[in-house]
């Protein structure tokens, strides 16, 4: 997974990143939620998005 560095700051984030409320699409199924959080992560995400406008 390529990084980039997140703004002015030092850190380094996943180009892709998984959004809440893709998350919480899996409502009352909290295992398949899990699941998709585990399975970005294991590919690299390590950027979430938990807000919208």
Do not use: D, H, P, W
């Amino acid at each position: 997974m390529k990084k980039r560095i997140l703004g002015r700051t030092e850190i380094s984030v996943s180009e892709l990143s998984m959004g809440g409320l893709f998350v919480a699409s899996f409502a009352g199924e909290f295992e398949q939620a899990r699941a998709a959080v585990k399975r970005a992560a294991a590919l690299g995400i390590n950027y979430t998005v938990s807000g919208f406008e």
